[in-house]
């Protein structure tokens, strides 16, 4: 083939693979919208990327953010339908727009070609919106809000107590993004007029193996290592009385066995755990760790409501 019809070939292949990968953003939005996952026996959007779609990651969290950006920018959404906007520039488009500025947005990534769209993104993030004014004098772009990154440096230990604490608060009804919850078990802490020393309302997983001694405690990021330190510890022993319809000693020995995650299907989860019984009991299923795995408390629900 000459160099010409390779061109046109390779042109003709693109706008279709543009034009598939549309379809599979807005069909991908309506899976999450209305949660339809679920019925697959995924309990979360994420499980089923994974598992179903052979997402990455950095896949997921495009297609994710850009669904729901389209809740609030119901222009962006219908100038992908139309293959008025690439999905490509939408997902810029979203990082920066809002409900009054998303036509003019769609009209400068339309005019403006991929790599000149993200710099004009990157301009706008990093400025703060000086009044009403939709643009600038600085950039040629709608200019967004300005949000500051805020790094905290944890060791392991820490960062387990950290996502112990965040899990607590949600349990007890608080609700938003994890920056809210950190700010409102600030200022919670702030408002507290107690100042007698109190013990550590979570405790956190640590293991230790018993051939190197090494302790590594349970994370979002993994097991990671900490210090061995048995005089702040509650250690597990193996006796006890059997007070719960599974004996503590088996729920400890099916959590230890499932590394304390999640066994469902793609989700790994390491928050909210829950022991179930694979054969219910209403079926004769017993206590016996055969027939015990580890979900996580969404998972359960989903398990039970299936």
């Not at 953003?25 to 019925?39: G, I, N, Q, S």
């Amino acid at each position: 083939m000459s160099a010409r019809s390779i061109h046109q070939k390779l042109v003709s292949v693109l706008s279709e693979l543009a034009r598939v990968e549309r379809q599979a953003v807005l069909l991908f939005a309506e899976m999450a919208d209305k949660k339809l996952h679920r019925e697959l026996g995924y309990s979360t959007m994420l499980a089923y990327a994974w598992e179903e779609l052979g997402f990455s990651d950095a896949r997921y969290y495009q297609f994710m953010r850009l669904a729901q950006s389209f809740k609030q920018l119901p222009k962006v959404k219908e100038a992908v339908a139309s293959g008025e906007l690439p999905w490509t520039k939408a997902r810029e488009v979203a990082k920066v727009a809002t409900v009054e500025s998303q036509r003019d947005w769609i009209d400068e990534a339309k005019k403006s070609r991929s790599r000149e769209l993200e710099n004009k993104v990157r301009v706008a993030k990093a400025q703060s919106a000086p009044g009403p004014e939709l643009f600038s004098k600085e950039s040629s772009g709608p200019v967004a809000r300005q949000e500051v990154n805020v790094t905290l440096k944890l060791d392991p230990e820490q960062l387990a107590q950290l996502e112990s604490l965040m899990e607590a608060l949600r349990k007890q009804g608080l609700k938003g993004s994890r920056e809210e919850i950190l700010l409102a078990a600030l200022d919670l802490a702030a408002q507290s007029d107690c100042t007698r020393v109190q013990s550590r309302p979570k405790q956190i997983v640590v293991y230790r193996c018993e051939e190197c001694g090494k302790t590594k405690v349970s994370t979002c990021r993994g097991l990671l290592e900490v210090p061995t330190k048995d005089e702040d510890a509650q250690v597990q022993g193996t006796d006890g009385v059997n007070r719960s319809a599974i004996p503590p000693k088996t729920r400890r020995e099916v959590l230890k066995r499932d590394r304390h995650r999640c066994r469902a299907p793609g989700c790994g989860s390491r928050h909210f755990l829950e022991v179930h019984h694979i054969v219910p009991r209403a079926r004769g299923g017993t206590n016996d760790a055969s027939n015990l795995t580890t979900l996580c408390s969404a998972c359960h629900r989903l398990a039970h409501g299936r």
